[in-house]
């Protein structure tokens, strides 16, 4: 799992190394096409979220979790690392940080649709794996329903009926 972490790590640092290329590619062309300066907020973002990288390498989750939970916006470029760093907490059993983070994301209302879903999907999972049957029954419930992914919400109610023994409902 050590191993695991690691790759998990790499892959947030570069994840948030190609968001900095890209943010200075926008910028260079917003610069480049207007006599307007860049908005120091996003320099200011976009250091913040590197400060929460910087502190998730360093194995300081609490800090980076605190970091990352500030950052008022949750946009295009950061979801999926948001999404990972979620991932991480539920596979290293920190499952309270990954409902947090899950539940933040939930939390945003500019997301698209299956974006929203994909968080409900992961916050559930966090729920499961928290033992918190009734609520992760809940939202694979409405996922089963309304999602994109009924199947996968329906295996999980199987496994989540399975566990407390509820055979009809199985």
Known sequence: TLRRRRQLQVQLLVRAKSMRSA???????????SCTP???RRHARRARYLEGVRYLLDDKPDRA?????????IDDETVDTHFAL???YR????VERAIRVHQHIVDRTSL???TRDAALTELARDYFRAGLYDRAEELFLSLAG?????????????RIYEIQREWQQA
């Open 23 to 33: 943010t200075e590619r926008r910028e260079s062309r917003h610069q480049h096409h």
């Open 38 to 40: 860049v908005l120091p």
């Open 65 to 73: 979790l605190e970091v990352f939970l500030s950052l008022s916006e």
């Open 86 to 88: 979620g991932s991480l």
């Open 91 to 94: 596979r290293r059993g920190e």
């Open 112 to 114: 698209s649709p299956g």
């Open 146 to 158: 309304s999602g994109r992914e009924p199947a996968l919400a329906l295996s999980h109610l199987v």
